[in-house]
């Protein structure tokens, strides 16, 4: 959906998105749609599970991951 569309956009701008961790539930859509993105961009994907109501497993991604900016999009509930 929503975040399909946000990952697809920085990834047309790889001079300043140079990498990018897309992680949900989930781990095969992101692996799919990193797949998808591969052969499109410069940018490095990376994927991984995590669980966004599991406050240990965000901070345990982003510490391990040590990213300049999260974006968080995912349903506003």
């Known amino acids: 959906g929503v975040a399909s569309v946000a990952i697809s956009k920085c990834c047309q701008v790889s001079d300043v ?3 990018l961790c897309i992680a949900s539930r989930t781990k095969s859509k992101c692996d799919a749609l990193a797949a ?6 410069r940018t490095k994907i990376t994927t991984a599970q995590v669980d966004a109501d599991d406050v240990q497993q ?3 991604l982003i510490n391990s991951y040590k990213p300049d900016l999260v ?3 995912a349903l506003p509930y």
């Open 17 to 19: 998105f140079t990498e």
């Open 36 to 41: 998808k993105l591969a052969p499109t961009t």
């Open 58 to 60: 965000l901070c345990d």
């Open 71 to 73: 974006m968080n999009i």
